[in-house]
């Protein structure tokens, strides 16, 4: 006689991960499987949010899209499903239009750029895996934001990372014409 082997958990979708009721708990969807995410020190929030307003104030005078914050839900991969959380994201007004949003289901569609806030837990081999995944679903860059260091590496598809020393400007002449902001200003 074989002894009874348990059947693996259930892959969830997206949409059935975005149903789940709200138990308090910080989540990803996982190639299907919850994981919890530690909670970030209040200084990441505060990174998260210099980062976001700083972004939105641009995006929003230039007419040009859609800033997001708070680990907004993006769906990166499909079959099994992976929703991440980006701390920052922004979406150009080309990849969704002006007028109603969305509010009760995850975007389809990647945003062209996401900020990445790294925490003193994040292991370089982690970031680096998340900066392929949003890169091969769609995302035009990834910025890395580094509390630690005051600095920031900007990763596209099939380019050399870009670096961004503590007393350097960040910008995104791809993504975002114009943008320029003291990286600093992320910190204070």
């Known amino acids: 006689m074989t002894p009874a082997t348990a059947d693996p958990p259930r892959l969830l979708t997206a949409e059935e991960y975005g149903r789940l009721p709200d138990d308090g708990r910080k989540t990803e969807l996982i190639r299907g499987r919850v994981v919890e995410m530690p909670q970030p020190y209040?200084?990441?929030?505060?990174v998260c949010m210099n980062v976001?307003?700083?972004?939105d104030a641009f995006v929003r005078a230039q007419k040009r899209g859609r800033v997001m914050s708070n680990d907004s839900g993006v769906i990166t991969e499909r079959g099994p499903d992976t929703v991440r959380g980006a701390d920052i994201c922004f979406y150009s007004f080309e990849r969704i239009p002006p007028g109603p949003f969305p509010k009760d289901s995850y975007l389809t569609v990647m945003p062209d750029l996401v900020f990445e806030v790294r925490s003193p837990s994040d292991r370089r081999s982690k970031v680096l895996g998340k900066v392929t995944e949003y890169l091969t679903a769609g995302v035009i860059?990834?910025?890395?934001?580094?509390?630690?260091?005051?600095t920031a590496i900007v990763y596209r598809?099939?380019?050399d990372p870009e670096a961004f020393a503590a007393d350097?400007?960040?910008?995104?002449?791809?993504?975002?014409?114009?943008f320029r902001v003291p990286l600093r200003q992320f910190f204070e």
């Open 42 to 46: 209040p200084y990441h929030g505060f």
């Open 52 to 55: 976001g307003r700083i972004v």
């Open 168 to 178: 350097a400007e960040l910008t995104l002449p791809d993504i975002l014409p114009g």
């Open 157 to 159: 598809d099939n380019q």
């Open 141 to 150: 860059a990834f910025c890395v934001v580094n509390p630690e260091t005051g």
